[in-house]
């Protein structure tokens, strides 16, 4: 078996990638609000900042800032995709069982990546605004709605035509 090494720093920044196990589903969106809600019992029980984030048919990304003196991640994102599983079964959605006897929705890793600096925080907080744009779901950042740029155009960080969908104005992704 593949021994993972994954980055660990109490209190650090980090960038994740979740993915559902089928590439051509929309479960994500189209069950946006129990995604939500799996995230938010999850940071009632074990406290993080999300500064940015953004929902796509079948997949998440999520930056993550883990509080002072904790660095356990794997926990909080262990915790928030079976709370999601939960849901939707709880919701009719029927979940088959993965090879392991786990739900079969999501992929069984995650990518994670911890951000080394203020230039690689703004880089992956690029990232995440542009990636609907980049799968081609929309023109502009801005309507794309399971997306927290939102918060950053009315918090005055950055303007509603930021990128003007075209990607020039980002520095950072893949």
Wanted: proline letters at 5%; a positive charge.
């Amino acid at each position: 078996m593949v021994n993972y090494r994954r980055a660990r720093l109490a209190g650090g920044s980090y960038f994740f990638t979740l993915t559902l196990r089928d590439r051509r589903s929309d479960l994500l969106v189209r069950h946006v609000a129990l995604l939500r809600e799996a995230l938010g019992r999850v940071r009632q029980r074990q406290p993080f900042d999300l500064p940015a984030a953004v929902i796509m048919p079948d997949h998440l990304h999520l930056l993550m800032q883990l509080p002072e003196g904790d660095s356990n991640y794997s926990a909080r994102l262990r915790d928030f995709k079976a709370l999601f599983v939960k849901s939707l079964r709880v919701a009719g959605e029927p979940i088959g069982l993965g090879a392991r006897g786990g739900a079969g929705i999501w992929q069984s890793r995650f990518w994670e990546h911890l951000i080394r600096d203020e230039r690689d925080l703004a880089n992956h907080i690029d990232y995440i605004h542009f990636n609907p744009v980049k799968h081609g779901l929309v023109q502009r950042v801005i309507d794309w709605p399971y997306s927290r740029f939102h918060r950053f155009v009315s918090q005055g960080v950055l303007p509603a035509d930021w990128a003007g969908g075209d990607g020039r104005d980002i520095a950072g992704g893949d």
